[in-house]
């Protein structure tokens, strides 16, 4: 890692502020609806009550750690979240700095290529019901929409990678199994939660 990325990394951490604790493992998938995403639609959890899994992926655009795992979404998106596929995907932005607005995403996704919903949840209601602390950081749902697992993607932001977190978890809930590894620990940068909150 460079210094560059190793500097932005720490500074980035340092900025995280509180947040819910995490959901645990066998809770219910938060509701989310209308999130506008970087194509130009939207998305809701009810969008894919026909998928027997789904992945939520809380991201960002800025920083390093996510930008390095980006790469890594696209190739798991086309083995696992294809449009006929029994898995969804969708990513989840919930930073309000400039580099984290919505143009800026719809930059990313079609310098990137994403073939999967990049949403936008300016208000961050879906990181705080999920208890997100970190970018990238994955929560999995089975059929039922029950958490099975929560953490890293892998072990290995380098590629050198020995523990496949996210496909493992995926994997066993197509088969209807636990998966071994239920949590791991997100490695990122701390969330940009607003510190202001509404009184509503």
């Known amino acids: 890692m460079s210094r560059f990325v190793t500097a ?12 819910a604790a995490p959901i645990k493992i066998g809770s219910p998938a938060p509701k989310f ?22 992945v939520v992926c809380i991201t960002c655009n800025h920083c390093p750690v996510a930008i390095a795992y980006q790469d890594r979404l696209v190739e798991f998106a086309k083995k696992y979240a294809g449009q006929d596929s029994k898995v969804a995907l969708v990513a989840v932005n919930v930073n309000n700095g400039e580099e984290d ?11 990137k290529g994403f073939q999967f ?6 208000s961050q209601k879906i990181a705080r019901d999920l208890g997100a602390a970190k970018t990238p ?8 929409r029950r ?12 590629g050198e ?7 493992d978890a995926v994997d066993a809930a197509l088969k209807g199994e636990t998966p071994k590894v239920q ?6 940068c701390g969330i940009q939660y607003d510190r202001k909150k509404s009184s509503n």
């Open 117 to 122: 919903p990049y949403a936008y949840d300016p």
């Open 137 to 144: 950081e994955f929560f999995v749902f089975d059929k039922e």
């Open 8 to 19: 932005a990394f720490a500074a980035a951490v340092l900025a995280v502020s509180a947040q």
């Open 101 to 111: 607005k919505l143009d800026k995403m719809r930059e990313r996704a079609k310098e």
């Open 33 to 54: 609806s209308g999130l506008e995403t970087a194509d130009g639609k939207s998305v809701s959890l009810s969008d894919f009550k026909d998928k027997d899994v789904l």
């Open 161 to 167: 990678v020995t523990k496949h977190y996210l496909t």
């Open 183 to 188: 949590t791991s620990t997100a490695v990122g």
């Open 147 to 158: 958490l099975v697992y929560t953490g890293a993607m892998d072990d290995s932001m380098k």
